[in-house]
């Protein structure tokens, strides 16, 4: 047995309703394991503390707060329902349900999705023809689509244009600057040349 099984079986054993090979294990446990069995004597102790509390009554007042919030309080609407709650609750109860209130929300959400990108103003019957609909969010997506392959096919072609003019700068040999014979007139003093 080990310290995990103690905490699940602890309960019992404090109570006196663990019978058999279980408590002796435990028993073996505890006398092993020091941090099980002080858990084992705080939680004996709470027990008996709890034993030794007083059963104390209820004030009146609390009574008289109960009954109010179950008559007339805020609690009133939970326990007696509106009258439109108990006319229209039966058919309105399964609609305002999570997840056929999500889907609801979902389906407006879509249509104003596609009224959007359509840029229908008014949306009309024919509107909605699913086939309609298919098409022209097919149409979408497939000019996306193309929008980004020429978008990356641009990038690639000012990739290897500039690949190229890199190789062709790295090839052309460095061409040193001319070298005359003659070295420079110096400029006398005066300032002119002769």
Known sequence: MNCADVEILLADFV??????????????HLAGCAACSQLARDSAEAVAFMERVAVVEAPPEL?????????????R???KPSLARRLFGKWLEPVLQPRIAM????????????GRSTHVRQLTPSDLDP????????????RWYNRGVKYYESMRVVYEIQTRLKEWAEEQPAQP?????TPPQQVPAGGEKK
């Open 63 to 75: 009574v008289t707060r109960i009954l109010f919030e179950v008559t007339a309080g805020p609690s």
């Open 15 to 28: 109570d006196g309703t663990l019978r058999g090979d279980a408590a002796s294990a435990l028993e073996v």
């Open 103 to 114: 889907s609801m929300a979902l389906t407006i959400l879509s249509f104003a999705i596609i």
């Open 77 to 79: 609407a939970v326990i």
């Open 177 to 181: 600057a001319p070298q005359t014979d």
């Open 131 to 142: 086939v309609k609909v298919f098409t022209a969010a097919e149409d979408r997506v497939v």
